[in-house]
């Protein structure tokens, strides 16, 4: 009985750090904070914010991803291009940044592991004619 309890208690308790985990955290800011960071051209500040919130082999080649932003010209601004979330544990969020020379589109991916948020994935695409990149799968509902 006494087992049970305990085991009761636990679960409890990791359900409700699972929320906290879960509800506080702002997938828009954090990414904006990556693209405007990306927008300056600041390569390092962008590797290392991203880097906090992914597996440490992923994040050690953020630098080298992210060069694509220096030849891209003096970025003007960065704008939410796209946001959706899958349920209560991933996030899809698509930033949108001007550079003279082209657009260039930020996505990111967030998915819940462990009680915590994680990002999974970085994508970096340049365009000039459409609104997001063509060879981007998109689930809209229909």
Known sequence: MRRRLLL???????VRA???????????????????LLARRDIDGAAQAAGVLMDSRAAARLKDTFQVANGLGQ???????YARDYGRTEKDVIYKIDFDR??????????????????????????N??????????????
Not at 102 to 123: E, M, N, P, S, T
Not at 130 to 138: C, K, Q
């Open 18 to 36: 699972f929320a906290q985990a879960t509800d506080t955290f702002d997938a828009l800011k954090t990414s904006a904070d990556i693209a405007n």
């Open 8 to 14: 009761a208690a636990a679960s409890l308790w990791s």
């Open 129 to 142: 004619e459409e609104a997001l990149p063509r060879d981007w799968v998109h689930i809209y509902p229909r």
């Open 102 to 127: 082209a657009f260039l589109f930020v996505r990111f991916l967030y998915h819940v592991d462990h009680g915590a948020w994680r990002l999974i994935q970085i994508r970096l695409k340049t365009e």
């Open 75 to 81: 970025g003007q601004y960065s704008d939410l291009a």
